[in-house]
């Protein structure tokens, strides 16, 4: 039972000689879910998110660099400030987020590079999570910034004269006398790439076994239905 689920998984197989003779149709999916998958390794070593604040204060701005386990940049800083306008500190906030993101990310790494060897529709479950992943990353973000901007500490000398507020994801704002620039780090570029790389790899799969899988389920049709006629 468990030797039939794997080959269900696995779908069917083509000989080596089909496959030389058609490399591109059989190869291009591989190629696609093996480079998603570097690209999204590389993602863990790069900033995902960057956010620029400028005050009078601070002329030459405060920066922080968000990479999916840590900030890094003038968070010292932006504590204290924190301090002052009731913001929790940096260190409350995506600790679950923060504790699995790298593992989460190896993970989704391997199962793209497993889902080189599937040839069925198990395919999507394997690299489907890859392409999901930047947006998820996006809504994490903005209901951090949200939580963030909506947990003032009534108590901070300046959290009534700020406001509840929520930082933008991307692009100019502004939060208190701060005027604020936010754009995606070069590790969410190479992990919005591995997730296009995978939907590529996808139709390309797809057009590659779909058609092998038809007629191994007309094979299995006829084989069962053989079999009851025996019993």
Request: without cysteine; hydrophobic residues 50%; charged residues 15%.
């Amino acid at each position: 039972m468990i030797s039939r689920l794997i080959d269900r998984i696995l779908g069917p197989r083509r000989p080596q000689v089909e496959i030389a003779e058609q490399q591109y149709l059989y190869r291009a999916p591989r190629n696609l879910f093996i480079s998603a998958a570097t690209a999204l390794a590389l993602s863990i070593m790069l900033p995902y998110w960057e956010l620029k604040l400028i005050a009078p204060q601070f002329p030459q701005g405060l920066r922080v660099r968000a990479w999916v386990n840590r900030l890094e940049g003038d968070v010292h800083e932006l504590e204290g400030l924190n301090h002052y306008i009731g913001i929790p500190s940096f260190e409350d906030g995506a600790v679950l987020e923060r504790s699995i993101a790298i593992a989460g990310i190896l993970v989704l790494t391997g199962l793209l590079l497993a889902g080189v060897y599937i040839n069925s529709r198990w395919v999507m479950v394997f690299v489907g999570p890859a392409v999901l992943f930047p947006l998820i990353f996006l809504a994490d973000l903005q209901f951090w910034l949200w939580k963030y901007g909506h947990s003032l500490d009534p108590r901070a000398p300046l959290s009534g004269a700020v406001g509840e507020f929520t930082p933008h994801i991307f692009g100019p704002g502004m939060i208190a006398q701060f005027d604020t620039l936010a754009w995606p780090g070069f590790g969410f570029m190479l992990a919005v790439l591995a997730a296009v790389l995978t939907a590529r790899g996808l139709i390309a799969h797809r057009r590659a076994y779909r058609p092998l899988a038809t007629v191994a389920s007309g094979e299995e049709a006829v084989e069962q239905a053989a079999t009851e006629v025996l019993v």
